[in-house]
């Protein structure tokens, strides 16, 4: 049943050491989100895909990429992890579009999280 | 750019006691407004969401916001709280975007819930 499905729940990679993060979706929404969530803290947008087309957020560090090769799959690609990028990360998917007038909102599905571990 | 604050970062209640978790938003033009909650190592779980109409809106669990677009506010209730309501609770404003809508979210308010 679960419709947003990040693996792995748990990761631990080495400083400096390049690691991936996968989600994926059943619901065929056409918007993608990748959240930062720091212990105790609320999520932080990092970037999202509309479709194809890739949003960064502005203050975004550039260590933190992202790929979505078709509707259902969406990385997170993290190049050199820090210390400082331990985090929950979100993935979330809506079915959006500003062009339905009525109600241009669904809401978001959030998978469960990847818990990332950088020593 | 829009912004919500949750003024409360803990909040402890009795079991069958009532909740009330407040959220302020800022934003300049008609607000989408959430409420999420989180249990500890888990993904966020959408309680209710207001679009506009009622501006009471019921949601799932049995808690219920409030919004009041002259205080700016957005807070959820419920009327007698479980063991199993002891989470974080996120209050979150959408803003629809010509490159795809954005959640923002305020910094959680925690629960803890005492026998």
């Known amino acids: 049943d679960a419709m947003v499905i990040q693996n792995p729940r748990y990761q631990v990679t080495q400083f400096g050491k390049p690691v991936t993060l996968s989600c994926s979706q059943t619901l065929n929404h056409n918007v993608m989100y990748w959240y930062q969530q720091k212990s105790s803290q609320a999520p932080k947008l990092l970037f999202h895909y509309y479709d194809k087309d890739f949003n960064n957020e502005a203050d975004t560090p550039d260590n933190f990429q992202s790929r979505r090769p078709n509707t259902s799959f969406c990385f997170l690609d993290i190049r050199s992890p820090g210390l400082g990028d331990a985090a929950m990360y979100l993935c979330?998917?809506?079915?959006?579009?500003?062009?339905?007038?009525?109600?241009?909102?669904?809401?978001?599905?959030f998978g469960q999280g990847t818990r990332l571990t950088v020593v | 750019a829009q912004s919500v604050t949750q003024p409360d970062i803990h909040i402890t209640v009795s079991e069958g006691a009532s909740l009330e978790l407040r959220c302020n938003y800022s934003?300049?033009?008609?607000?989408?407004l959430f409420w999420y909650v989180q249990s500890p190592g888990q993904g966020l779980q959408l309680l209710l969401k207001y679009f506009s109409g009622d501006t009471l809106v019921q949601g799932i669990k049995g808690f219920e916001a409030e919004f009041k677009r002259s205080q700016s506010s957005f807070n959820l209730r419920k009327p007698s709280v479980h063991w199993s309501d002891a989470a974080e609770y996120f209050c979150?404003?959408?803003?629809?975007?010509?490159?795809?809508?954005?959640?923002?979210f305020g910094g959680g308010t925690r629960v803890l819930v005492k026998p």
């Open positions: 934003y300049g033009a008609t607000p989408y």
């Open positions: 979330a998917t809506s079915r959006a579009s500003f062009k339905l007038i009525v109600n241009p909102w669904d809401e978001a599905f």
């Open positions: 979150a404003v959408g803003a629809i975007k010509a490159a795809g809508n954005k959640l923002t």
